[in-house]
């Protein structure tokens, strides 16, 4: 049997956390890290190893309570702007592998949370092929 990981075992108790919301599918908690004021995590309460392994009514369930956990950081904690955003894997970052969204409020001076898409110099040429694949894909 699998062995439980930290998500699964706040959710079946063995674990405490500052509960934000709760229904019969989604629970929603405050992340210990806190890399902002509000941090909060979104995880079904059934097993799934990431976003890319959930089936699209639960993710749809997550991501609704992601969202409006987002407005109320906006409404009530005074953010200015809120990164929601799910880690697949460990190479992007994974480190607890049960499907969670990251509610992070953004207050304009986030020391220590610095999130930057570079330029990189690509090959403009192999823009329209590698589109093409990607489409192709998911036909
Ligand atoms: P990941 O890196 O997998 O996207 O994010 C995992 C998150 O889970 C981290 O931000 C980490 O702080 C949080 N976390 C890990 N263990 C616990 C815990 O026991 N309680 C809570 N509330 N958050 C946790």
Not at 89 to 118: C, N, T, W
Request: net charge negative; with cysteine.
């Amino acid at each position: 049997m699998r062995e439980k990981d930290v998500f699964c075992k706040i959710i079946d108790g063995e674990i405490p956390c500052y509960k934000i919301y709760e229904d019969e599918e989604v629970l929603a908690f405050l992340d210990i890290s806190q890399v902002t004021k509000g941090h909060t995590l979104v995880v079904p309460k059934k097993h799934y190893d990431n976003f890319l392994a959930t089936p699209q009514d639960v993710m749809h369930k997550v991501m609704d309570v992601a969202q409006r956990i987002g407005q109320v950081s906006i409404r009530l904690l005074g953010a200015k702007g809120v990164n929601i955003l799910t880690n697949c894997y460990k190479e992007a970052g994974q480190s607890v592998m049960h499907f969670h969204v990251h509610v992070i409020p953004r207050y304009g001076d986030d020391e220590g949370l610095r999130l930057e898409f570079k330029d990189k110099k690509v090959d403009q040429l192999s823009l329209p092929v590698l589109a093409k694949d990607i489409s192709n894909e998911l036909k």
